[in-house]
């Protein structure tokens, strides 16, 4: 892997008030860090880039997906009649019941009058939510 070279600035900005800047030159780096310093800075950053350098070689294997949840709730739509209550269906789906009016009302829930009555229809609901709802 490369090494991109640092540059390297000849000033620094000092905020003397709140106005006014003054830049002052900087120390060369060797007056500021001891070669010591620098070996050792270098042999760290060696070992990061030997560590980039293997981990992109070898990248670590994916995890396989998680298995679905194993259902354990039978099908709530099992035995039930052609035609229901809306109040049942709200039951089933684990709505209100202003609610469960109220989709059917705008008709979101499959519904059919009969004898001034709201009916919910059974096929088209478990067809709308899967079976699960």
């Known amino acids: 892997m ?27 780096l060797t007056d500021r860090a001891t070669p010591d310093v620098l070996t050792v800075l270098r042999a760290e950053l060696q070992a990061v880039f030997d560590r980039l350098d293997s981990y992109l070689a070898n990248p670590p294997q994916a995890a396989p997906p998680p298995a679905p949840p194993a259902t354990d709730r039978p099908d709530p739509f099992e035995g039930l009649p052609a035609l229901i209550s809306v109040v049942k269906a709200a039951q089933i789906l684990g709505l209100s019941r202003a609610t469960a009016y109220r989709l059917a009302d705008t008709g979101e829930l499959p519904t059919q009058r009969m004898s001034g009555r ?5 096929a088209r609901l478990r067809a709308a939510f899967g079976g699960a709802a």
């Open 2 to 28: 490369s090494r991109a070279a640092v540059p390297v600035t000849t000033e620094r900005v000092v905020p003397q008030s709140r106005h006014r800047v003054i830049r002052k030159p900087l120390q060369p």
């Open 118 to 122: 709201v009916y919910v229809i059974t």
